[in-house]
T-cell receptor, first 113, second 113 residues
Framework: NAGVTQTPKFQVLKTGQSMTLQCAQD?????MSWYRQDPGMGLRLIHY???????DQGEVPNGYNVSRSTTEDFPLRLLSAAPSQTSVYFC????????????FGDGTRLSIL | GDSVTQMEGPVTLSEEAFLTINCTYT??????LFWYVQYPGEGLQLLLK?????DKGSNKGFEATYRKETTSFHLEKGSVQVSDSAVYFC????????????FGGGTRLMVKP
C-alpha cells in the first residue's frame, strides 16, 4: 500500500535555483493539496487541485507553481528558490465526498541556502 | 479569516495521566473540525473529526466535542501511553469536502513511562 509518495525526502538548494517536488498517489483520489509546515505555525495550504486539469491557490501560493495533468501526480515547482521557502512540505490527497480524511505523504524537508 | 488556536507545548505527562489539549477556532460560518496526529518522521494522520455542533469525535481512546457556544474542540484522553507521544494538530475546514484545512500551530505531547 503505497498511499501518498513524496520525493525527495531531503533537499538542499541555493538561492535562485529551481526545483520540482514530486507527489504521487495510487488511491485514485480526486483531491490533492500541498502544505508547508513551519515551526509554531502548523501547516499552511499552498495550492490544491480538485481533479486533473484543475488547480487553485491556497493561503500561501507565492513562489510556487503546480499542475495536475493526471489524477495520480501533483508536482510542486519552485521557480527561483528563496531562503523563506525553507520548510517541510507535505502533499495530501483525499476522495471526493463530504469531510473525507486527508492522506498525507511523509514530507520533503527543503533547505534553501 | 478563519483561524485555529492551540495551547502551546510541549505537554509532558506520565503514563496513565489524563490529557487535555485545548483548541479554539474563529470562522465566519460553521466549519467541520478535525484532530490530526503526526508521529516522528511521518506525515499527518486523521485522529478524529466532528462535522456539526455537539458532535463528539472519538478514536483510539481520544475524544473531542464540537462546542459552538465556546468555539472549541478540545482533545481529551483518560489515560495516555508512551506510544501517544506525537504532535497533535487541530484543524478546521469550511468546505464540505474537508480538503482545504486551516491548521493550528500544533502541540507536542511527550509521555514518560
Amino acid at each position: 500500500n503505497a498511499g501518498v509518495t513524496q520525493t525527495p525526502k531531503f533537499q538542499v538548494l541555493k538561492t535562485g535555483q529551481s526545483m520540482t517536488l514530486q507527489c504521487a498517489q495510487d488511491m485514485n483520489h480526486e483531491y490533492m493539496s500541498w502544505y508547508r509546515q513551519d515551526p509554531g505555525m502548523g501547516l499552511r495550504l499552498i495550492h490544491y487541485s480538485v481533479g486533473a486539469g484543475i488547480t487553485d491557490q491556497g493561503e500561501v501560493p507565492n513562489g510556487y507553481n503546480v499542475s495536475r495533468s493526471t489524477t495520480e501526480d501533483f508536482p510542486l515547482r519552485l521557480l527561483s528558490a528563496a531562503p523563506s521557502q525553507t520548510s517541510v512540505y507535505f502533499c495530501a490527497s483525499s476522495r471526493d465526498g463530504e469531510n473525507q480524511p486527508q492522506h498525507f505523504g511523509d514530507g520533503t524537508r527543503l533547505s534553501i541556502l | 479569516g478563519d483561524s485555529v488556536t492551540q495551547m502551546e507545548g510541549p505537554v509532558t505527562l506520565s503514563e496513565e495521566a489524563f490529557l487535555t489539549i485545548n483548541c479554539t477556532y474563529t470562522a465566519t460560518g460553521y466549519p467541520s473540525l478535525f484532530w490530526y496526529v503526526q508521529y516522528p518522521g511521518e506525515g499527518l494522520q486523521l485522529l478524529l473529526k466532528a462535522t456539526k455542533a455537539d458532535d463528539k469525535g472519538s478514536n483510539k481512546g481520544f475524544e473531542a466535542t464540537y462546542r459552538k457556544e465556546t468555539t472549541s474542540f478540545h482533545l481529551e484522553k483518560g489515560s495516555v501511553q508512551v506510544s501517544d507521544s506525537a504532535v497533535y494538530f487541530c484543524a478546521l475546514s469550511m468546505n464540505n469536502a474537508g480538503n482545504m484545512l486551516t491548521f493550528g500551530g500544533g502541540t507536542r505531547l511527550m509521555v514518560k513511562p
